[in-house]
C-alpha cells in the first residue's frame, strides 16, 4: 500500500490511542466493524473516505488533519490555488483533492476528485450526509443504490451518500469531478 495510507493509519491509531478507546468502542462511534478498524490501521488496506468522514465526525477534527497531518487554521477563509490541495490517493481507482483543507471546521468538504479508467468491480461505499457531484471531465458510470447513471462533462448529481454508492471512469479516459460531501 502506498506511504500516505500508511501515514493515515497511523494518525488513525494515534487519534484511538489518544482518546483510550479499543478498537471496539472505536468501531461502535464509526459505524464499522472492529476488525475493519484493526485493518484500517495496519496500513496495508485502502481507508475509504467515508470512514475518514466518520471518524472526523465522531470526534470532531477536521478531515483534512487525518489526511494531511496537519491542523486547519482559517477560520475567515482559506484559497486553494490549482492543482495545490492536499492530494489523497487512496488506491489506483481515485484520487482526491482536497479544496478547502486549511479551513477550520467546514461544514461541507469540496474535492476534486479524479477516476482512473480500470478493468476491477465497483468499489460501493456509503457515508452519512449528501453529495453533490458536477462532472469537470469525462464521462462517469455512477450507481446510486442499484441506480445506474452516466454523466457527462458539465452534468451534476446531488444524492443521499447514506444509500451504497460507486464509480467508474468511462471510454477509457479519466473523469474529473468536484464532489462536496455535506
Not at 484511538?16 to 468501531?27: F, K, P, Q, T
Not at 486547519?72 to 488506491?91: C, D, Q, V, W
Not at 464521462?139 to 445506474?148: G, P
Amino acid at each position: 500500500m502506498n506511504e500516505q495510507i500508511k501515514q493515515i493509519a497511523e494518525r488513525l491509531k494515534g487519534l484511538r490511542d489518544s482518546l483510550n478507546l479499543s478498537h471496539e468502542e472505536m468501531a461502535k462511534y464509526c459505524k464499522r466493524t472492529h476488525k475493519e478498524v484493526m485493518d484500517y490501521e495496519t496500513g496495508m488496506i485502502d481507508i475509504p473516505m467515508s470512514f475518514l468522514f466518520d471518524v472526523a465526525r465522531s470526534f470532531n477534527i477536521d478531515t483534512s488533519t487525518l489526511i494531511s497531518g496537519e491542523e486547519p487554521h482559517m477560520k475567515s477563509y482559506f484559497l486553494t490555488r490549482y492543482g495545490k490541495g492536499i492530494y489523497a490517493e487512496r488506491n489506483k481507482a481515485y484520487k482526491y483533492q482536497a479544496l478547502a483543507s486549511g479551513y477550520k471546521h467546514p461544514k461541507a468538504e469540496p474535492f476534486e476528485v479524479t477516476v482512473d479508467p480500470n478493468d476491477e468491480e465497483i468499489h460501493i461505499n456509503s457515508h452519512e450526509g449528501e453529495e453533490f457531484n458536477y462532472i469537470l471531465e469525462g464521462r462517469l458510470f455512477l450507481s446510486i443504490n442499484n441506480k445506474n447513471l452516466i454523466l457527462n462533462q458539465g452534468d451534476s448529481i446531488y444524492f443521499n451518500s447514506s444509500y451504497p454508492h460507486g464509480m467508474k471512469a468511462l471510454d477509457n479516459k479519466p473523469v474529473r469531478f468536484l464532489a462536496i460531501i455535506l
